[in-house]
C-alpha cells in the first residue's frame, strides 16, 4: 500500500456565496522512500493539497488512504481522523508559526513527536536531543530554550523540520522547505530531506521553485488551479 494517497480528491472553499473549487479530482500515491515535488504558480492549491496529503484537512470529495486506510470516517454528522500512528505524517508550513506551538521552547517542539512514541526522557536529556537536532538543521547557534517568537521565519521552518524528522515517521509533508532560507542552508535541508527517503520515509514538498524540486525529488508533477497535471516536458 502507498503511504500517503489521494483518491479523486476534491476540495471547496465556500468564501461569499460561490464555492470556489481549490483542489480538483486529484489522485497521487506516493511509496515508502519516495520524493514527490509538487509544483505549481502561488493560489494553485498546493497548500490545500498537503493538509489534505497530512490528514489535516478533510476532502469535500473523494479519499484519503494512509497506509492502506480511509484517514478520515463518518462518525454520527461528522467526520473523525484516523493515522495508523501517532506521529505517521509530520508536516512542515511555511508560515509563522510554521506548524510549531508558540507557547513551547524549541526543544519541547522538537522532542515530542518522539515522547509520542513511547520513550520517558527527562528534560535534560530532551534539551541535548534538540540540540543534537538543531545542529543538524544548521541551528547549532540556536538556544534549545528559544521561543519561536524569538527565531526568524527560516529559523521556525528548521525547527519544524528537525521537529519533522526527530521520529523517523512514515511520511512528511513540506510546504516551501528551502524559501526563507540562503542556497547553503536549502542544500542542507535537501540532503536531510533526502536521508530521511532512504531510511524509508515518503516525501511530498511543494513549492514554486521548480529548479528545486528537479533537484530534490524523484517525481515533479504540477498543480494548476487545483489540477494536478504531468510532469513538465
Ligand atoms: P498555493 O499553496 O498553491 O498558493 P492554496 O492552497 O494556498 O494555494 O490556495 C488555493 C486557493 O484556495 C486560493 O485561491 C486560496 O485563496 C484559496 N484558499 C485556501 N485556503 C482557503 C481557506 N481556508 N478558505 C478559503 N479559501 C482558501
Ligand atoms: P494530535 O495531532 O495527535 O491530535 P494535538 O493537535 O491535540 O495532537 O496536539 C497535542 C499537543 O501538541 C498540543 O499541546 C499542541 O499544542 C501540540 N502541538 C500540536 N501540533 C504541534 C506542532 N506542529 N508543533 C508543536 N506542538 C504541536
Redesign the pocket.
Known amino acids: 500500500d502507498p503511504v500517503l494517497e489521494l483518491r479523486q480528491v476534491s476540495k471547496l472553499y465556500r468564501t461569499g456565496g460561490h464555492p470556489f473549487v481549490a483542489v480538483r479530482q486529484v489522485d497521487l500515491a506516493v511509496a515508502a522512500g519516495e520524493i514527490v515535488g509538487i509544483g505549481g504558480p502561488s493560489g494553485a492549491g498546493k497548500s490545500t493539497l498537503l493538509r489534505m496529503l497530512a490528514a489535516i484537512e478533510p476532502p469535500d470529495r473523494g479519499e484519503v488512504w494512509l497506509a492502506g486506510e480511509a484517514a478520515w470516517r463518518r462518525v454520527g454528522g461528522g467526520l473523525r481522523?484516523r493515522?495508523p500512528r501517532?506521529?505517521y505524517v509530520?508536516?512542515v508550513?511555511q508560515d509563522p508559526?510554521g506548524?510549531?506551538?508558540p507557547?513551547?521552547p524549541v526543544w519541547?517542539?522538537v522532542t515530542?513527536p518522539l515522547i509520542?512514541l513511547g520513550p520517558r526522557l527527562s528534560r535534560h536529556d530532551r534539551r541535548n536531543l534538540a540540540r543534537d537536532w538543531l545542529a543538524r538543521v544548521g541551528l547549532a547557534q540556536v538556544d534549545p530554550r528559544a521561543m519561536p517568537a524569538q527565531l526568524s521565519v527560516g529559523q521556525c521552518q528548521r525547527v519544524?523540520l528537525a521537529?519533522a524528522l526527530i521520529a523517523q515517521p512514515a511520511a512528511i509533508v513540506a510546504d516551501e522547505p528551502t524559501s526563507a532560507l540562503d542556497v547553503t542552508s536549502g542544500a542542507g535541508i535537501i540532503r536531510l530531506l533526502r536521508e530521511a527517503a532512504m531510511g524509508g520515509t515518503a516525501i511530498v514538498v511543494v513549492s514554486h521553485d521548480q529548479r528545486m524540486l528537479d533537484v530534490l525529488a524523484d517525481r515533479v508533477t504540477r498543480l494548476v488551479d487545483g489540477r494536478l497535471t504531468d510532469p513538465r516536458s
Open positions: 481522523r493515522v501517532p506521529g509530520m508536516a508550513f508559526p506548524s510549531l506551538d507557547y513551547w519541547r517542539s515530542e509520542a519544524a521537529r
